[in-house]
């Protein structure tokens, strides 16, 4: 039995493969067009699902959409009714969108998947899940938990913007939920706009530059922005946003509270947007908190399974981690958009189909690492970067860690592109520009001569998971990078009574650790623990790294630059690798040394991607 997932036609689009109730593949659309967030028709994401399968899609039994069109039309109409005459200038313009293309969307999906290959045989069974519930699937079926509590958080859906629910064995139920236009994550996103980032986009850029501020404005966000219930329930005051009717997030009640208009996009970084950032942030922190523990409180469960946008800010996880709440937590790495098209399958196999469910135990849970995307045969790696002009050097498996972990230790920017492409936002080990974290010139160096952003963003460390508790406050899994934890005590440096006197964007150059590369101003960081079983040869890099320095960490960046999505194929890194200042490329067994290729190649890469 074969389910085809699709999430599309808003941002993120993705499909995903389950077979009997396996995850078989799963890929964001954007990895293939190289268009950032690409919404479109996954048809590139499906042709790769089918293609791992070995199937076309007259062997799919069922597709999945990860929403229902005709509840979110509703939530339109009704949004603009309930504020008419105000709105109507965004009502007239998605109004002929959702005549057009979105209000026959079954009949869309039907068009666009006959054109796939064994299109004219399929049976045409599609179903549509709601939204949240797409989120909360893809949270639990995919977890080590027999039971959990499952959280869902993020914009909207098509009316539900936060739900509470339990999952037991094959059973999900959806026992509490918050609705438009009452969200966090449109909150969150407002805070986005308003200090200038890309909303959809620019939030982890939020949470990065909140430990540069102080959370002056809690209050005044807590006392006009938001009724926040004990019980973690809330109602945001419309006075201050014009999302529900006008084309941008906030207005000027909102600026009034907040000292001025918003930023522009790459205008400088002032101590408003920062402190801004810090008490946003808070917030967010408080509402998840009291979510949680009314999660606990209504389920019973001891386990939490996380998903939705508002999941992927790991600085809140991290929080929840250490309160201890639950004794266990498990966040679905592609929590946003995109992890609906998995969710929306494992939906369809456990609750439309009944099909029971045995989670894998012993911590492990159903994503293999979330390395469920494309990978290269080393012939074909071969092949086509000779084809795309690269110069390199074949070793074996042994040589090629040794290069990689000598590069690494003598400081240089390395990208890595190995086995299976990962799915969601975050980069695993798979396709990632890796470097010391040792050096306190790292950070500078990756943002501005490599990934091309701003010089505020923190990198990750990917650990090894034995010795994570010797290098950071966390021992338990953390293997998708979306938990935060402070460097342990006995690893920070001491502070002059200058550098602690320093404040805002001024912190940004002063080496708080024994690894300051990864670690945030606020002494924290986004861990990833690396385990030989999803990961054995990055594994035994960090391992092989570990032995020349005696630090088991790396540091760990998508491969891409600001505005790309990351890198899919051996074409793209070779492209990535010639338009930025890497120093070496390793793809499969092939490694290429900058100094060895033909200068002509080199790309002006900072300005080939839009923005982010």
Known sequence: MRILGISAFYHDSAAALVEDGKIVAAAQEERFTRVKHDPRFPKNSIDYCLQEANCALDSVDYVAFYEKPLIKFERLLETYLANAPRGFRSFQMAIPVWVKEKLFQKTGLKKSLKSLEGGDKWNQNILFTEHHQSHAASAFFASPFESAAVLTMDGVGEWCTTSIGRGQGNSLEIERELHFPHSLGLLYSAFTYFTGFKVNSGEYKLMGLAPYGEPRFTQVILDNLIDLRE?????????????CTGLTMTNDAFASLFEGPPRKAEDRLTQREMDIAASIQQVTQQVVLRLAREARKTT???NLCLAGGVALNCVANGELLREGIFENIWVQPAAGDAGGALGAALSTWHQFLDEPRTPLGNHQDNMRGAY???????????DRLTKAGGVFEKHAEDSVIAMTADALADGKAVGWMQGRMEFGPRALGGRSILGDPRSPT???????????????????PSVLREDVAEWFDIDTDSPYMLMVAGVTKDRLRTMTEEENALFGIEKLNVARSEIPAVTHVDYSARVQTVHRETNPRYHALISEF??????PVIVNTSFNVRGEPIVCSPE???????????????????VLRKEDQDPALAQDYKEAFELD
Do not use: H
């Open 231 to 243: 019980d973690g329930s809330f109602r945001l005051n419309q006075k201050f946003f014009n999302y």
């Open 546 to 551: 570990k032995q020349r320095t005696g630090c």
């Open 442 to 460: 790292m950070q500078k160096l990756l943002n501005l001569k490599v990934k091309f952003r701003e010089s505020f963003r923190p990198f990750a």
């Open 372 to 382: 469920l995307g494309p990978s290269f045969s080393q012939s074909d790696i071969e």
């Open 572 to 590: 793209d890194a070779f492209r990535c690798f010639m338009g930025t200042d890497l120093d070496m490329l390793v793809v499969g067994d092939c």
């Open 300 to 302: 019973g469960e001891e």
